[in-house]
């Protein structure tokens, strides 16, 4: 495997916090009050871990719990009994999507892994912990996949699997539905370790995350990944004094949060997530439904929209959090502060939206923890395949060129295939216009120098006819050349599926079921932890 950096200001849709962020500027460093760099902070950072032994004991018991159920590993659970014993924990995590959802879900695994060791090398024993985001409750983000077919096209792989509508994912257990599925992706992958570990995690009577739980269990057992199913009713129990926390104090944390957002866009950056005055952090499970909670008033509040809302005093709404704490779970600002409590969370690593929530949930961290939990980017790539190398050297371009878009990219390939009479014929018209038009301007500046400026404009304006011309016959040739059309498809599916980075479009066990579990290593070993461009890794 052979990697290129390419610089994150060069990904098409990096947003400018991010860039920001990744270079720790000046203007970006009230939102974050740590660097990307986990060696820079790692010591000084666990001396402000807050957690308590009887908490560890219990959140111990439980991972144990699932870990065994999912069939964990030896090294898991040997990072299960570190756990115990005081580690800190690095912590990724992701929605359950389809046979273990897009690539950069591995990637966020194994960054978690590579960060735990380097903070144990440094002398803050860590270990790796996966979070489900089990509780979240849409459904039509994660019932599918996308994975190249023969042809190298994209197909879409879904599974009907649903329970009520708005239910947490946690309630949709899979059944008879999911083997035509499974044999759909058996025929894409092939007859792999990869399919047979499919096949054995996603069985009629598992749900959408203990399926997807069980395949991470299995693709980072070398490793001893924790993987945490944040469902379990236990866990709840434990969160409770956050949930309680969030109800209590909901409109000193709306107004904490509003003014981050106001913080947020005078320094130039975007919110992540709308907060108004009324928002409250929690969901409630309504009539198996999770539903959301707004506030009217200092002390009532109504569950649910418009329709069939329930107004309830703060009171009653306490009353069953603390009789009922598994029926409730935090929204996407909360989430990491629930994270927080229930683990030692050393730093969390995620992607560039991960750290854009972590900018604004830094004013619920402060409100409702004091300290406010380090985020680190994510290891971020683009696997290129032999095929795909071999085209873009033919056509003698680059990934970037990929990420202009499918119909840039064509028009891109076919001036390059132009026929050489055309080419040489329009490079030969763009070299004499340059030297005419300097020669008119040398004789302008004796004759009149007021004529120059009209001789650059007229200059400019031929330039771009000629320009003109000349992607007019690019496209011309695109629409001709059937070849380059196709090649350009399949680069554009293999590289930038959907006009987006390829780690978010192609399933994971796609690339594990062609390379092997081998493929993880070369990833894992691939992972520098300072460095946060995205990879262009040439198999």
């Not at 695109?478 to 192609?506: M, N």
């Not at 594990?512 to 579990?517: F, H, I, L």
């Amino acid at each position: 495997m052979k990697a290129h950096c390419l610089p994150f200001s060069q990904v098409p849709h990096t947003t400018r916090l991010f860039t920001d962020f990744l270079a720790y500027s000046p203007k970006v460093q009230p939102f974050y009050p740590r660097s990307p760099y986990l060696g820079e902070w790692a010591k000084d950072e666990a001396s402000k871990i807050s957690y308590d032994a009887s908490r560890r004991e219990q959140v111990s018991d439980v991972l144990e719990r699932q870990s065994k159920s999912w069939g964990a590993s030896p090294k898991t659970l040997a990072n299960l009994d570190r756990l115990r014993k005081g580690a800190a924990a690095v912590v990724t995590g992701q929605q359950v999507g389809l046979f273990g959802g897009p690539m950069f879900a591995i990637y966020k695994a194994l960054a978690a892994v590579k960060l735990a060791e380097q903070a144990t090398a440094a002398g803050v024993d860590s270990i790796p912990i996966f979070w489900l985001a089990t509780y979240d409750h849409d459904l039509a983000e994660v019932n599918h996949v996308a994975v190249p077919g023969p042809d190298g096209l994209l197909q879409t792989l879904t599974t009907s699997s649903h329970d009520l509508p708005g239910a947490p994912v946690s309630a949709v257990r899979l059944g008879e539905e999911i083997l035509p599925v499974l044999e759909q992706a058996a025929t894409l992958l092939g007859d792999t370790e990869a399919t047979q570990f499919l096949r054995e995690c996603y069985r009629p009577g598992e749900t959408m995350g203990t399926a997807f739980a069980r395949l991470y269990s299995r693709l980072f057992a070398d490793w001893g990944v924790i993987v945490l199913d944040a469902s379990d009713g236990e866990l709840h129990r434990v969160a409770e004094p956050i949930y309680r926390a969030a109800i209590e104090r909901a409109e000193e944390l709306s107004t904490a949060l509003l003014a981050r957002g106001e913080a947020l866009e005078r320094a130039g950056y975007h919110e992540q997530v709308k907060v108004t005055a009324s928002s409250v952090l929690v969901f409630t499970l309504q009539q198996g439904a999770r539903t959301p909670i707004h506030r009217r008033g200092a002390a009532e509040f109504v569950i649910g929209g418009e329709e069939g809302a329930e107004k309830i005093s703060q009171a009653e709404l306490l009353r069953r959090i603390g009789a009922e704490p598994e029926r409730f779970s935090p929204n996407v600002l909360l989430r990491p502060i629930v994270q927080d409590y229930l683990l030692p969370t050393l730093a969390y690593t995620g992607g560039a939206a991960e750290a854009a929530y972590f900018a604004q949930a830094g004013a619920v961290y402060e409100t409702l923890r004091g300290r406010v939990t380090p985020v680190i980017p994510r290891f971020s790539a683009t696997i290129v395949e032999p095929k795909m190398q071999r085209l873009l050297e033919r056509h003698g371009i680059a990934v970037a060129d990929v990420f202009s878009g499918p119909d840039a990219l064509r028009q891109q390939l076919a001036a390059r295939n132009l026929p050489a009479d055309l080419q040489s014929a329009f490079d030969a018209a763009k070299k004499s216009l340059d030297a005419n038009v300097s020669t008119i301007k040398e004789s302008l500046t004796k004759l009149d120098r007021t004529l120059v400026d009209a001789a650059e404009t007229a200059g400019s304006k031929m330039q771009y006819q000629l320009e003109r011309l000349y992607t007019q016959a690019a496209r011309a040739e695109a629409q001709k050349g059937e070849l380059v059309s196709r090649h350009a498809e399949t680069l554009s599916q293999a590289l930038y599926p959907d006009k987006g980075l390829q780690e978010r479009g192609i399933g994971g066990m796609y690339f594990v079921a062609r390379y092997g579990r081998e493929l993880l290593q070369q990833l894992y070993e691939a992972i520098q932890p300072d460095c946060h461009d995205h990879q262009i890794l040439e198999l």
